[in-house]
């Protein structure tokens, strides 16, 4: 199915230039998005539109959540799909990253979180296993000097000394 967009004849790495806060530049693919899609006078060309970019806007706060790297094109593609060299919503452009590909990064990304994950957890193990060495050293340390406490009240009673 077609997305109908407010660009016209212009390409869309044009507009996304022109769009940019940043002077030489392009936009996001989301502010993209929403800037051939919707405008300030007529709203969304259609209500598919407009929960599109919602849906992209959701994904997007859910990545930063769970701190999860996603470009915008990532999330985009993630939402509208894609096809061979065609972008729904966007028309022809640069070729998008393979489903395969995609795959494999988000894998790696998950392999090395995991790996940090399990670094922490050993370290918190060796600190845990440390804490529990001294609490063991400080109970013989009370052990004992209840020890001595007891010799000494022992001593003062047997030479009949009072404090």
Request: net charge negative; glycine share 6%; aromatic share 8%.
């Given at each position: 199915?077609?997305?109908?967009h407010?660009?016209?004849r212009?390409?869309?790495?044009?507009?996304?230039?022109?769009?940019?806060?940043?002077?030489?530049?392009?936009?996001?693919?989301?502010?993209?998005?929403?800037?051939?899609?919707?405008?300030?006078?007529?709203?969304?060309?259609?209500?598919?539109?407009?929960?599109?970019?919602?849906?992209?806007?959701?994904?997007?706060?859910?990545?930063?959540?769970?701190?999860?790297?996603?470009?915008?094109?990532?999330?985009?593609?993630?939402?509208?799909?894609?096809?061979?060299?065609?972008?729904?919503?966007?028309?022809?452009?640069?070729?998008?990253?393979?489903?395969?590909s995609?795959l494999?990064?988000s894998?790696?990304?998950?392999?090395?979180?995991?790996?940090?994950?399990e670094?922490?957890?050993?370290?918190?193990?060796?600190?845990?296993?440390?804490?529990?060495?001294?609490?063991?050293?400080?109970?013989?340390?009370?052990?004992?000097?209840?020890?001595?406490?007891?010799?000494?009240?022992?001593?003062?009673s047997?030479?009949?000394?009072?404090?």
């Amino acid at each position: 199915m077609l997305c109908k967009h407010r660009v016209g004849r212009k390409a869309f790495t044009v507009r996304s230039y022109e769009i940019s806060d940043v002077p030489g530049k392009p936009c996001d693919a989301i502010e993209l998005y929403k800037a051939t899609h919707c405008s300030p006078e007529d709203g969304w060309i259609s209500e598919e539109t407009k929960k599109n970019w919602e849906m992209m806007i959701k994904k997007r706060e859910e990545y930063i959540e769970l701190k999860i790297e996603k470009t915008s094109d990532d999330i985009r593609l993630e939402v509208l799909g894609h096809g061979t060299g065609y972008v729904k919503g966007l028309g022809y452009g640069p070729k998008p990253p393979s489903r395969r590909s995609s795959l494999y990064d988000s894998s790696n990304q998950y392999k090395d979180e995991l790996k940090d994950k399990e670094e922490e957890l050993q370290q918190s193990k060796a600190q845990v296993q440390e804490l529990q060495t001294q609490v063991t050293d400080l109970k013989n340390e009370m052990v004992e000097q209840g020890v001595i406490i007891n010799k000494f009240k022992a001593f003062l009673s047997e030479n009949r000394i009072e404090l």
